[in-house]
């Protein structure tokens, strides 16, 4: 048997990590072996409380038989072929994505950031051969759309890009919930702005939910203004707001949607969805990707959504989500340090008034994985499909540990 199926010690993983692979990531001192439904279990065999689903991936847990079979029988058929040719998986998983969303035509690409640089793309051709030229992106401050070229210009936090320059030019990023900003920009930039790129939820940006009014009026806005109105669905979709995608929450129709993350289950995949209207933009030969739309991911990400919509996943998680918002709520009525509480479905934010990561620490010590993000801000990101006694389970744990805190 080769040294792949020996469990190693932790230190062995760590050590091999920090000499062979590059150290762009900030990890914490845990590897897991294993996971089965909303547990995960590392080098020892210590169990955890899974909240945070691989940040919003594998939103039905872990080993789900039904994915597993899928993967297998899909691996054993067919993994790769190419998109020189047509792939019978990728137009049924299309199909099912237009069914369940918006009259559109799908571009499969591998990753959250890969469908924003379609979707950049999209636009940017759109300013090209629509609109005389046009070529001003607009995306929001504290948002976050990924770490490739476009993809980390539109984020709007200094972190991600600094360091970079020059960053690819005219993207503006505006305020938040800014309608008055918002107008401003389009009074002054209306013809010079191709498309508009937003998150209902900003999730890396600190869960902060966009309000009702300010998404109105920014769709509003764009169709005046004949700009593409995208909305980056990577973390907010599939469920993880209540609904199968957020915009569903906030009664707008986008041009173009960007997914990724929980479409896969784990295996990586990521889509651009375009609205009928603009679906001659993005032509044979503008754009592509050898690994996108293959048989194996396709498959995988057809079964998710099958899950999905035949074991009435969205109205489970959305009972379960009631209840995490009471216990937070009530969470913050006893611990002064618990500024906040934010958050749509199971995107759920607990901002405090000490920094985030030392509570993250000890919540995993206890058994608890979650993350803190924006320093501040806790975000708890549970399967979807998560039962009431693990829930229960977990937020004792992180009860617990804000008790100690304060
Ligand atoms: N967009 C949003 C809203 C995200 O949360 C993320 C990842 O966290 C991305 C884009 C980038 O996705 P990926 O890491 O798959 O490239």
Do not use: W
Not at 205 to 225: I, S, Y
């Amino acid at each position: 048997m080769s040294d792949f199926f020996q469990v190693p010690s932790f230190q062995e993983i760590k050590e091999k990590t920090e000499q062979f692979v590059l150290p762009t990531y900030r990890r914490q001192p845990v590897a897991f072996m294993f996971g089965q439904g909303e547990y995960l279990y590392d080098t020892d065999q210590k169990r955890y409380i899974d909240f945070l689903c691989g940040v919003a991936v594998t939103s039905l847990g872990h080993g789900d038989a039904d994915i597993v079979e899928a993967l297998r029988d899909q691996a054993e058929r067919l993994i790769h072929t190419s998109n020189h040719f047509y792939i019978y998986e990728q137009a049924q998983l299309a199909e099912t994505l237009v069914n369940y969303s918006f009259p559109s035509k799908v571009f499969f690409c591998n990753s959250g950031t890969e469908a924003n640089e379609a979707a950049f793309k999209l636009m940017r051709r759109y300013g090209q051969k629509k609109k005389g030229g046009a070529s001003l992106v607009l995306s929001l401050e504290k948002s976050f759309h990924g770490r490739t070229a476009a993809s980390m210009a539109l984020t709007g936090q200094e972190k991600i890009y600094n360091g970079f320059g020059p960053l690819m030019p005219d993207i503006l990023h505006i305020p938040a919930n800014d309608i008055e900003y918002l107008e401003k920009v389009f009074d002054e930039k209306g013809s010079d702005i191709c498309g508009m790129l937003v998150e209902l939820v900003q999730g890396e940006g600190g869960v902060r939910p966009m309000t009702q009014d300010f998404v109105q009026a920014a769709r509003k806005l764009t169709e005046e203004n004949q700009s593409l109105f995208v909305i980056d669905e990577i973390q907010t979709g599939f469920g993880r707001t209540g609904k199968l995608f957020a915009y569903e929450n906030f009664s707008v129709m986008p041009d173009a949607i960007t997914l990724a993350k929980g479409l896969g289950s784990g295996f990586p995949v990521g889509a651009l969805l375009v609205g009928n209207e603009y679906t001659d933009i993005l032509d044979a030969g503008s754009h592509g990707s050898t690994f996108g739309g293959n048989p194996l991911a396709m498959r995988v990400a057809y079964e998710t959504i099958r899950i999905i919509m035949t074991r009435d996943i969205l109205s489970q998680s959305n009972s379960i989500a009631d209840y995490f918002m009471e216990r937070m709520i009530s969470i913050k009525g006893a611990f002064p340090i618990v500024k906040e509480i934010r958050g749509m479905g199971l995107l759920l934010g607990m901002e405090l008034t000490i920094p985030g990561m030392p509570v993250v620490d000890a919540c995993r010590n206890q058994g608890l994985l979650i993350n803190c993000t924006a320093d501040t801000t806790l975000r708890l990101l549970p399967p979807l499909n998560v039962s009431l006694e693990v829930a229960a389970a977990g937020l004792d744990i992180l009860e617990d540990v804000l008790k100690k805190s304060c």
